[in-house]
């Protein structure tokens, strides 16, 4: 066979790793053809949503449905009394505790689910919802973690025992009736040491508020329980269907094969739609109680007071080093507020999530972390917002400390950074709280980083603008914003990653074809990372298929093989390597099928691009597309019919991407505005599948991280109500208030992933907040500050001005 | 519950007409009784954009409009800006661009876009920044979806250049 195209063109035309694919989703989501939950109409489906306690801490002493069940198209209302004869009025929770499905007897946060109204559509369960009348009883309300470790008020009367005393949790000993858990890494003993006789110590307590992922579409689901064939169907917003379909059929009791669960488009998830809400258990409920299609959707409201809460931690630091700035140990202890009930979504060993990561990107040879987990009157949840578990908290706290620390040196934090960062010829690294991170070029990325934005030239113009204050010149200060981050993503391996007891692995299933087009099936699910996109170019590379042959389907849990689903960035580091790993399996078998039809031994072929050839005969060669056809029309000796392969990959590690950005802004001290000049963000994700989505991954998590340090929170009074429920007082950026974003990148590629990708899902979410934060914090350090916490609304940061005296 | 009210719309060309509770959102009349899916529900409180239609050649954020505020209206929605066959140039430029992830806020953000350039057809960034600030995206950040109206624009503008 001759051959017309060039090796390039045929390298193209394959449209793999490495090159800016559009996405294959985009066609139906930009002519409104997206198939979001709420998208989903069924027969006779009815609707259903919750009765919410306007109390934070209150007895139940009466519901009465009664004048409910009389407004016209109201079906039923369930209440926790309904759902106990099945043992459903409680749940277990991801963290290892339980979670009332609806109020049993008392109700432990503002917003909480006290009774589920199913009707015609959604304004009669609106009308039914009114006509609810809950009797409450007031009890006092806890909303701050400290005093709650010291309360008379018990919370959870159910972890108490009729003695008084308080029974091990999930996670050991607690201290207290309101004390969840204790957890430790690193040495305690050791580090006190080398903190009491160093030669500076730096200390700083922070507060790392509470926020909300908050999607643009929230959660929601349609339960629908075939009762003829035995069959519940279930589609939901779900970041890990096959992990939904599990928990449905334990607590349900329904047989796991009798349960579909159907992850369809989602509008967003980061870290929103990880967890198990009442709002499934309640549809489904009512599905197989009224016989139909149930749905519920939460409105705003609803999902911002009541699912997946992120952050909340309290964190007390001390760090130390010699004169010259090299950093000899470290101290961290958090207190950490979990609501009411602990909902953490965590892998089961750690309840903290990868908050022992907090030593960062420095190599710092003693550590010690200790971390309370707290009962209050809030909302549950604890997830992980667009980040890997609880690493944006680490994070911070350790891009604080450097700069906390700068400060005690009088000494530049970029240079402190810069001799304090592991070394390239140190990895695999062992961190001093029990990590092995896998590889990293710092200096490398930190230099480029600084040389592009001119770092020296930043500097002076900000001590001239410092001049130019304090004569009067200006009333706009300069800050120069440094945060260097190293990510811990892709849980994980199984001999310490588990949820609910399930090894943390994923999964790609591959059939080709007889024509040479493929379908591959993955346990994970896309919210907007463009999976059918990237994951075929993997497989393209891979097999030497067009991507553009390739579909790629999630989501649907009778046919997707099991996995773990999309969050903590762990679909490309996790499936993308089962889907890898699962394409050489293809290419194992076609490469005896080739070397068949060239009749040469299998050693003599090899893969080129799109092709085997025979080695050193390269005009002797059969396309993939050929073999794929020959499995399917020829009886080959010793070798069976078609082209399949599924790969179950448990990664042997973590990835550890990691990356340097720099913010600068203007801050006009008399109005507190913050005005973004310049933000580069140079990652290094090992790997580069698609520049194009990576791109477009770090301008939205620069766009979340510049939402949660300037403004973003989920904040209470004192009597539990919620002060920022609605996106009034939520703070989502607009188009006006966001700044174009200069991306850069380094290749460091992964050493154990079989192409070397780590994920970047959630690295600028990650680096970006303290970025912005340092930027806000430095403007102000020549006039004395140190430290001042999140978020940096306009009047917090007028009011930094004003107790620095600024105002004149 | 009230009594109903006799409604007639133009919705994407096509004549719609029915009983309708007063209180029935316009968003819920698209999605729920006409089956018109394009337009989303993101909020409670008429900040994000999602459900953004055209009446009566304005952009309307049809959450926070009654049917029977609507009533002989001439609505357009993402379905009726382009199809398979007839593509809006916005359609091809967010897609080109990069200007989606989840898709979820695509219909209003091209629905106000369209509308954007047609009172604008030479909209500078500020402008386009402004103009679509009614909008939410939770993904992109912006910059790309700036991006691929930028490139919509320069497009619409060289075709109807071509076309003088
Ligand atoms: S749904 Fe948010 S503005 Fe209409
Ligand atoms: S693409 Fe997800 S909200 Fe805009």
Not at chain 1, 253 to 258: L, Q, R
Not at chain 1, 402 to 417: F, P, Q, S, T
Not at chain 1, 654 to 679: E, H, K, L, N, S
């Amino acid at each position: 066979m001759k051959d017309e195209v060039t090796r390039e063109e045929r390298l193209d035309n394959l449209k793999g790793m490495g090159c800016s694919r559009k996405r294959v989703e985009d066609a139906r989501f930009t002519q409104g053809k997206g198939n979001y939950v709420d998208d989903i109409k069924l027969d006779g489906m009815l609707f259903g949503d919750f009765v919410r306690t306007p109390y934070a801490h209150a007895r139940i002493k009466n519901i009465d449905t009664s004048a409910a069940m009389q407004v016209p198209g109201v079906l039923a209302v369930l209440t926790a009394a309904d759902l106990e004869p099945l043992g459903l009025h409680w749940m277990p929770t991801l963290a290892g505790d339980k979670q009332m499905v609806l109020a049993d007897g008392k109700v432990l946060f503002q917003g909480q689910e006290v009774a589920f109204v199913v009707a015609e559509d959604r304004y009669a369960a609106a009308d039914g919802i009114e006509a609810v009348e809950v009797d409450y009883e007031d009890l006092p309300v806890i909303v701050d973690p400290f005093e709650s470790l010291q309360s008379d008020v018990v919370l959870r009367e159910d972890l108490v025992a009729e003695d008084g005393s308080i029974p091990d949790g999930a996670h050991g000993p607690r201290t207290h009736p309101n004390h969840i858990f204790t957890w430790e890494a690193g040495d305690k003993q050791t580090t006190e040491e080398v903190l009491a006789n160093a030669e500076i110590v730096a200390e700083e307590s922070m507060y790392y508020h509470r926020t909300h992922p908050c999607p643009l579409e929230t959660c929601g689901c349609v339960a629908s329980m075939d009762k003829v064939n035995g069959k519940l169907t279930l589609w939901g917003t779900f970041q890990a269907p096959h992990a939904i379909r599990t928990v449905v059929s334990l607590i349900s009791g329904i047989e796991e094969h009798n349960i579909r669960v159907i992850s369809p488009d989602i509008g967003g998830g980061f870290g929103n739609k990880v967890g198990a809400y009442p709002g499934y258990v309640c549809s489904v409920v009512a599905s197989i109680v009224t016989g139909k299609p149930v749905k519920w959707i939460e409105d705003r409201m609803d999902n911002l007071i009541s699912t997946a809460f992120a952050r909340d931690y309290w964190m007390k630091g001390r760090i130390s080093a010699t004169k010259e700035g090299k950093i000899t140990g470290l101290h961290c202890h958090v207190t950490a507020d979990h609501g009411g009930f602990d909902a953490c979504a965590d892998p089961t060993k750690f309840p903290a999530g990868f908050m022992n990561i907090c030593t960062g990107s420095y190599d710092i040879p003693t550590a010690y972390l200790e971390v309370d987990g707290v009962y209050t009157n809030k909302a549950p949840g604890g997830v992980s917002y667009r980040c890997s578990f609880r690493v944006t908290e680490a994070v911070y706290f350790i891009e604080r400390m450097i700069e906390v620390l700068a400060i005690k040196l009088n000494m530049d934090a970029a240079e402190l950074r810069r001799v304090n960062f592991i070394r390239k010829e140190q990895f695999p690294y062992k961190a001093a709280l029990g990590w092995e991170y896998d590889s990293g070029d710092y200096h490398t990325a930190w230099d480029k980083a600084l040389k592009t934005v001119d770092y020296d030239g930043l500097r002076a113009e900000q001590a001239q603008r410092i001049e130019d204050f304090k004569a009067g010149k200006t009333r706009k200060l300069m800050g120069i914003g440094l945060s260097f981050f190293t990510e811990i993503v892709g849980a994980g391996p199984v001999k310490n990653c588990d949820i609910l007891g399930l090894g943390m692995f994923d999964s790609c299933e591959i059939r080709i074809h007889p024509t040479g087009s493929a379908i591959a099936r993955l346990g994970t699910i896309s919210q907007g990372q463009g999976h059918a996109t990237t994951f075929a170019q993997i497989l393209a590379s891979e097999i030497g298929l067009p991507a553009d042959s390739i579909t790629i389907e999630e989501g649907d849990t009778d046919t997707a093989p099991y996995g773990l689903g999309t969050y903590g960035s762990r679909s490309t580091p996790v499936a993308g390597a089962a889907t890898a790993m699962a394409g050489r399996k293809i290419r194992a078998k076609a490469q005896m099928i080739a070397a068949y039809l060239l009749e040469v031994h299998d050693n003599d072929v090899e893969f080129d691009v799109d092709r085997f050839v025979v080695k050193g005969a390269p005009e002797r060669f059969k396309t993939m597309k050929e073999v794929a056809f020959a499995a399917y029309n020829q009886a080959i000796p010793g070798i069976e019919p078609g082209l399949e392969a599924v790969s179950y990959y448990d990664p042997p590690n973590m990835t550890y991407p990691f990356g340097a950005y720099v913010c600068v802004m203007d801050i006009d001290v008399d109005t507190g505005v913050p005005d973004i000049r310049r933000f580069y963000a140079l990652d290094d994700c090992g790997t580069r599948i698609n520049p194009m989505i990576i791109e477009g991954q770090v301008h939205g998590g620069l766009t979340e991280a510049l939402a949660v340090a300037l403004g973003q929170e989920i904040a209470y009074d004192d009597m539990g109500n919620v002060k920022t429920g609605t996106l009034m007082d939520f703070f989502l950026p607009t188009a006006w208030e966001v700044p174009n974003y200069e991306t850069d990148y380094t290749v460091t590629p992964s050493p154990h992933h079989p192409i070397g990708a780590k994920g970047v899902g959630e690295s600028p979410h990650v680096g970006g907040v303290p970025c912005f934060s340092n930027a806000v914090q430095d403007a102000f350090r020549a006039f004395g500050n140190t430290h001042t916490n999140m978020p940096h609304d306009h009047w917090r940061i007028w009011k930094t001005a004003n107790e620095l005296g600024l105002h004149g | 519950m009230s009594k109903k009210m006799h409604i007639k719309l133009k919705v994407n060309g096509k004549d719609e007409e029915f009983l309708a509770e007063p209180r029935e959102l316009l968003i819920y009349t698209l999605r729920e009784r006409l089956n018109i899916t394009g337009p989303h529900i993101g909020c409670d409180t008429s900040h994000c954009g999602a459900c953004t239609v055209t009446i009566n050649g304005k952009s309307v954020k049809s959450c926070t409009m009654f049917v029977a505020q609507a009533d002989g209206g001439d609505i357009t929605t993402i379905e009726g800006i382009g199809g398979p066959d007839d593509l809006h140039p916005l359609q091809e430029a967010f897609k080109e661009h990069h200007g989606l992830q989840c898709g979820f806020c695509t219909p209003g953000m091209i629905t106000r876009a369209a509308k954007l350039l047609e009172e604008n057809p030479n909209p500078t960034e500020e402008e386009i920044r402004f103009g679509m600030a009614g909008n939410i995206c939770r993904c992109t950040g912006y910059q790309n979806i700036v991006k691929s109206i930028q490139a919509a624009a320069a497009e619409m503008n060289a075709a109807k250049e071509a076309a003088e």
